[in-house]
T-cell receptor
């Protein structure tokens, strides 16, 4: 049973470019969460999705950030017009029942 | 919204000693409290969790206690080993409603176990 998969593991973008981060939940899990971790800080909730629905996006900046979890395929976190402050590790987690969350290996985004 | 405070921020112990990390939370509706261990450059890994209908849970050298009245929960690691060295995060969440399962994390504790 494969765990939560994320790709790419490392992503380098120049200011103003777009970043697309992908997350495939564990098999059988229908809940996906995205968290951001700034260097030497804790994890901050961004968005919670179920298939084809955004359930809670209260932690996601209103501008430049969007997320989706289509019926087929991985969940995608999209950051448009990246700025240096977007540099962070982005983790997704999945859950089968909304409680225990299992994390992916993360995508480390560096904005030059 | 929920706010989780975690102490201490760093903890240094000798191998074989016990380590205790404490967290407080603000939302009385929170009912699920996991602990995660994160090694440098790695993913957070769930090590133990507790739900609000239980006061204590133990798994080998790791135990967690919960005091709902005080909104306080703690992680206890006994007989520490160098491989326990990592950053530990507590978290809280509320089951039900639109924020079902959303985790609010503490700031983390850097645990160093000296051989």
């Amino acid at each position: 049973n494969a765990g939560v998969m994320q790709n790419p593991r490392h992503l380098v973008r120049r200011r103003g470019q777009e970043a697309r981060l992908r997350c495939s939940p564990m098999k059988g899990h229908s809940h996906v969460y995205w968290y951001r971790q700034l260097p030497e800080e804790g994890l901050k909730f961004m968005v919670y999705l179920q298939k084809e629905n955004i359930i809670d996006e209260s932690g996601m900046p209103k501008e430049r950030f969007s997320a989706e979890f289509p019926k087929e395929g991985p969940s995608i976190l999209r950051i448009q017009q990246v700025v240096r402050g977007d540099s962070a590790a982005y983790f997704c987690a999945s859950s089968g029942d909304g409680n225990e969350q299992f994390f992916g290996p993360g995508t480390r985004l560096t904005v030059l | 919204g929920e706010n989780v405070e975690q102490h201490p921020s760093t903890l240094s112990v000798q191998e074989g000693d016990s380590a205790v990390i404490k967290c407080t939370y603000s939302d009385s509706a929170s009912n699920y409290f996991p602990w995660y261990k994160q090694e440098l450059g790695k993913r957070p890994q769930l090590i133990i969790d507790i739900r609000s209908n239980v006061g204590e849970k133990k798994d080998q050298r790791i135990a967690v206690t919960l005091n709902k009245t005080a909104k306080h929960f703690s992680l206890h690691i006994t007989e520490t080993q160098p491989e326990d060295s990592a950053v530990y995060f507590c978290a809280a969440s509320r089951a039900g409603g639109t924020s079902y399962g959303k985790l609010t994390f503490g700031q983390g504790t850097i645990l160093t176990v000296h051989p």
